[in-house]
């Protein structure tokens, strides 16, 4: 039930993440296309003799330029780092990362449990030192009182995702080395699990045929 919870948490964070970073670059890019056909209005309105659409082009340009979104680029940076750290995650508990593996799979059984063993081990090894150090350059960070230019955010909230994300990808790395020691089976990403995939595919065959 813990793992269930937490893998829901993870799932949640991650698309929470992406959401807020979509709707924001939305905004962001609606509200300088705004200012630049409010800005072409007044132009043509004084190029015309509008005096009307001059005006209102003038105030709904004035109104949409106080709306200050230069804090926008900043935080959809900070907020694609805390996806793709959390993001590389689920990619060890769901096997999408990309491996090369084609050595690997033409190798014989012993070998190819030993290399495999070797591979997860060695993502364990990186990603608690990735913990380690992450953490100690947050603390330093922290102790600098830096902050971020447009936010004036801590600097250190930041980088937490370093030190956060790696954890999560040590543990989920953990896992996957139990799980094969255990059952001999390695987390892939099969496009037989994505809903609605194995419909198409079957309404293409009988498209094929008919």
Known sequence: MPLRILDRLEEIL??????????????????????GVAADLVGYGRAHD?????????????????????????????????????GAAYGVRTGIHVGVDVLVERLAPGPRHVMTIIAMAGGILFTAILV??????????KLGGQT?????????IVYLAVPLGSALMCFRFVQALIKYLKTGEIAHHDHGAVEGLDDEADDLSKGGHA
């Not at 991650?14 to 200012?35: D, G, N, W, Y």
Request: glycine share 2%; charged share 15%; proline share 4%.
């Open 50 to 86: 509008m005096p009307v659409l001059t005006d209102w082009a003038r105030s709904a340009f004035r109104t949409i330029n106080s709306l200050r979104l230069t804090w926008a680029q900043e935080a959809c940076i900070f907020l694609f780092v805390w996806m793709a750290k959390f």
């Open 14 to 35: 991650i698309i929470t993440l992406m959401a807020l970073a979509v709707v924001l670059i939305f905004v962001a890019v609606l509200h300088r296309f705004s200012i």
């Open 132 to 141: 380690w150090i992450g953490t100690d350059f947050v603390w330093h960070v």
């Open 148 to 156: 971020t230019p447009d936010l004036e955010l801590p600097s250190w």
